[in-house]
């Protein structure tokens, strides 16, 4: 089992990636150790009441732009889930240095920690977001992920290898649009920016298994994308408040109509799988391995969330929901 007795580390291990990683992890993959690194004193201490204080869970008060305690919390570590990140969009808009300090120079430090700590397997989770970016949130990912894939040039004759799993938004997770209407709902009046929106979804527990599916499977420098449903905003907002007003309040900066999972240039390194894509890197970094067995896509093709061939129900929405 790609898990089983490692000593793992997830950065941003509080947040609503992390609270599901922990719990599937312990239940199903026997680590050894799960060393969760954040920042909240006290969502740490909710964290560990969750989990009823599991022996196998430690936690270490401390933020990815600190270089000397990512080191720290680093060492002995055989896996690292690099979830951590500043994510709301218009958060970054108005601190942008801030932005950048988290999402790039947070990931120079892990980066950096996981080389000279001999750490075997470095995952970073990323958003379609990060593709053709449109706003500062975007940009700084898209920068983590080149910075990921091509830290794999410094490991040399070093094991640490360096991949990324890219997705489109989460059913319920904190910030997501499902929250807001679900709030609006209780007022009458839900708003949405344009009609013609489109947006891939996938459950928590979709994410993370596919992440954990994929820290088996990588070799080090690619990105690993899952099939994941469509859907458009309108019926979205007909199964949380079908009753309810609708106000069109216009896209907002930084806003795209649909989103992207994977461009035309990055569809000529694209092997294709029944459930996922992988984008092999350009640069081959000296490794074993690859993904011969995939299938190769079209020239032209693209993964958008509005050439998608699979699009989510309301009644599967309705199901995904009662999961929250």
């Known amino acids: 089992m790609t898990l089983q007795n490692k000593v793992i580390l997830i950065t941003g291990g509080t947040g609503s990636f992390g609270q599901k990683f922990i719990e599937i992890a312990l239940q199903e993959h026997s680590p050894k150790v799960i060393r969760i690194f954040s920042r909240g004193e006290l969502l740490q201490q909710e964290t560990r009441q969750k989990f009823n204080d599991d022996p196998r869970l430690r936690f270490f008060i401390g933020d990815v732009r600190d270089r000397e305690r990512v080191y720290r919390a680093m060492n002995g570590v055989d896996i690292v889930v690099h ?85 489109g938004n989460v059913v319920g997770s904190r910030g997501s649009v499902v929250p807001l209407f679900l709030k609006q709902k209780e007022n009458g009046t839900i708003t949405i920016t344009d009609e013609r929106m489109t947006r891939f979804w996938i459950t928590l527990e979709h994410g993370v298994r596919f992440v954990i599916d994929c820290i088996g499977r990588m070799h080090g420098g690619e990105v690993f994308i899952p099939k994941i449903p469509s859907m458009k905003i309108t019926e979205l907002a007909d199964v949380i408040a079908p009753k309810a007003e609708r106000k069109i309040t216009g896209i907002r900066p930084g806003e795209k109509v649909n989103e992207i999972l994977i ?40 993964y958008t969330s509005d050439n998608n061939n699979r699009w989510l129900t309301k009644a599967e929405l309705t199901k995904m929901l009662g999961i929250y």
């Open 83 to 167: 979830a951590a990140a500043l994510k709301q969009v218009s958060t970054c808009e108005y601190n942008p240095l801030e932005a950048v300090k988290t999402n790039i120079d947070g990931v120079a430090n892990v980066i950096d920690a996981a080389i000279d700590n001999g750490v075997e397997k470095v995952m970073a989770i990323s958003t379609d977001k990060a593709v053709q970016p449109v706003n500062l949130y975007g940009a700084t990912k898209l920068a983590a992920e080149k910075l990921f894939i091509q830290s794999n040039v410094y490991t040399g004759w070093r094991k640490t290898r360096f991949s990324c799993v890219r997705y």
């Open 263 to 302: 461009t035309e240039e990055e569809a000529r390194h694209v092997r294709e799988f029944d459930d996922f894509f992988v984008i092999e890197p350009e640069i081959p970094f000296g490794r074993d391995g690859n993904f011969n067995d995939g299938n190769t896509v079209l020239e032209g093709f693209t």
